[in-house]
């Protein structure tokens, strides 16, 4: 498709937002010239909005009414009751599992994650019998729909809620301080370090290129109460970073714990919680192994609520 820019998710082209339709549904390439946007195709000769993606597909004219585009998107069973909406461009790896189950809310807990992506973390909790509610911060537009489906399925209209927003800026719809437990699995990369990710989506999970580590820690702080908990996963080359954001926003450290892939391998990853207006102590629990005989370990097999490995 020369000239034409296609992105698994959200980001800028010549100021236009734009985003894939995965494999354009099979249509031949050719189609000089376009820009596949959000809702509308452009039309750089004429520069004007022509049409749709779904009546560009059917060959329809300009003019024509507005059709939404339909997400392409698999379902993951992740209990009895509860699927996951995910698709290329917004899915989960382990670190999801882990967190989710580090952050372990409680019955009564109003709980937010910032954040969401496709909702994995707060979907996982409610494999249990999960918080109170929960408020699910994502800022792009395709993992709230995802999360929004994921919700319908699951039948948790009113107990998970999803909100495009961005959490530097976060709707009067989220109480400031009220929550008893937030929650984010941030991008791994700090501004400016390491090779971007080639697609909109990639980039804004794995760099920080629309949120930091003190625009995270802020936003957990407005929202938690006093004593609150704000737990996430962080590469462990990022500690001190994660500390220093922490306590400059009044959030003290409290249980720090690394994971590793066996017992003889450095980290990969840490989860740390704190608490915000707490006293400094932080107590640094037994390492967290993934491996074990025939498998995953015993933790981890409990983690993914399996009985053994296959």
Not at 96 to 112: E, G, I, N, V
Not at 155 to 169: C, H, N, S
Not at 170 to 176: C, D, F, G
Request: charged share 25%.
């Amino acid at each position: 498709m020369a000239n034409d820019t296609i992105c698994a998710s959200r980001l800028w082209y010549h100021d236009y937002n734009v985003v894939m339709i995965p494999d354009f549904y099979g249509r031949p390439t050719g189609m000089a010239n376009d820009t596949i946007c959000a809702s509308r195709l452009w039309d750089h000769n004429h520069n004007h909005n022509v049409i749709t993606i779904l009546d560009y597909m059917a060959g329809l004219r300009p003019g024509r009414r507005e059709k939404k585009v339909k997400l392409q998107c698999s379902y993951e069973r992740l209990g009895t009751g509860l699927e996951v909406c995910v698709t290329g461009e917004h899915r989960f790896g382990t670190d999801a599992f882990l967190l989710s189950d580090f952050a372990a809310p409680r019955r009564k807990d109003l709980a937010c994650d910032l954040g969401s992506g496709c909702g994995i973390i707060p979907l996982l909790w409610f494999r249990e019998e999960g918080p109170q509610k929960v408020w699910a911060v994502e800022i792009q537009e395709q993992a709230v729909e995802q999360m929004k489906d994921s919700v319908r399925r699951s039948a948790l209209e009113g107990r998970m809620i999803p909100v495009q927003a961005d959490l530097k800026d976060l709707p009067p719809e989220l109480p400031r301080g009220a929550f008893d437990l937030v929650t984010c699995n941030p991008p791994y990369k700090a501004a400016g370090r390491g090779i971007l990710s080639e697609t909109g989506a990639e980039r804004a999970a794995r760099h920080e290129v629309l949120c930091t580590l003190p625009d995270v820690c802020r936003a957990a702080a407005s929202l938690l109460r006093f004593g609150g908990r704000f737990c996430l996963c962080q590469r462990p080359e990022r500690l001190a970073d994660v500390i220093c954001a922490l306590r400059e926003n009044g959030i003290e450290p409290k249980t720090l714990r690394f994971v590793q892939k066996r017992p003889d391998t450095a980290p990969w990853l840490f989860l740390l919680e704190g608490k915000k207006g707490s006293r400094p102590f932080l107590k640094v629990e037994p390492p967290l192994v993934v491996q074990g005989e025939g498998g995953f370990s015993e933790e981890m097999l409990r983690i993914y609520h399996k009985e053994h490995n296959l």
